[in-house]
Antibody, heavy 119, light 106 residues
Framework: QEQLVQSGAEVKRPGSSVKVSCKAS????????FHWVRQAPGHGLEWMGR????????ENPQTFQGRVTITADELTKTVYMEMTSLRFDDTAVYYC????????????WGQGTPVIVSS | AIQLTQSPSSLSASIGDTVSITCRAS??????LAWYQQRPGKPPKLLIT???SLEAGIPLRFSGSGSGTDFTLTINGLQPEDLAVYSC?????????FGGGTKVEI
């Protein structure tokens, strides 16, 4: 059964960067779409962007442009999300998810990576 | 960005009850709407796509309806394992957005 396995919890200082990984176990990788979604404590889900590995370039909503970079490594079947200039309100659980189609529904989710921004 | 407003934000029901959750979009999204279930401490799980298509393996007590701006998720015969937060998500425009979630308590 396909799985997405994410890297472990992170504690970061304000102003620093974090890079979260998401390793896929399925047979196909490069023509899938992978999303990143975060959930701050007590809040709803927030879409951060997506990547289709064979296109190689991720895309983000305006909220995260310039601060979030999504990349993919075909050889290791791993997708990455890097966020810079961390703020206290970036404290959240970060999820990767594989799209069911290219439209945007998210069929398979990673277990989540808690990122705590604290001084 | 398209805003999704869910109501109620929380509800309490008994085993066997029928529960309905609504999701209203700030503009028309055709049927490009998904529903997710998120149990405590777990990632979201895809229940329904295209407003009314049940994903494989999802119990038939879950159903979705609606199009345009108004959508409903219905659980017929609530079960203990349905304790969760339910969220809608639009994919009509590729600035994907989610509703704020509805917490279902048993």
């Amino acid at each position: 059964q396909e799985q997405l396995v994410q890297s472990g919890a992170e504690v970061k200082r304000p102003g620093s960067s974090v890079k979260v990984s998401c390793k896929a176990s399925g047979d196909t990788f490069i023509d899938n779409v992978f999303h990143w979604v975060r959930q701050a404590p007590g809040h709803g889900l927030e879409w951060m962007g997506r990547i289709i590995p064979y296109i190689e370039e991720g895309e983000n909503p305006q909220t995260f442009q310039g601060r979030v970079t999504i990349t993919a490594d075909e050889l290791t079947k791993t997708v990455y999300m890097e966020m810079t200039s961390l703020r206290f309100d970036d404290t959240a659980v970060y999820y990767c998810a594989r799209g069911r189609t290219y439209l945007g529904e998210m069929a398979v989710w990673g277990q989540g990576t808690p990122v705590i921004v604290s001084s | 960005a398209i805003q999704l407003t869910q109501s109620p934000s929380s509800l309490s029901a008994s085993i066997g009850d029928t529960v309905s959750i609504t999701c209203r979009a700030s503009q028309g999204i055709s049927n490009a709407l998904a529903w997710y279930q998120q149990r405590p401490g777990k990632p979201p799980k895809l229940l329904i796509t295209d407003a009314s298509s049940l994903e494989a393996g999802i119990p038939l007590r879950f159903s979705g309806s609606g199009s345009g701006t108004d959508f409903t998720l219905t659980i017929n015969g609530l079960q203990p394992e349905d304790l969760a937060v339910y969220s809608c998500q639009q994919y009509h425009i590729m600035a994907l957005t989610f509703g704020g979630g509805t917490k279902v308590e048993i």
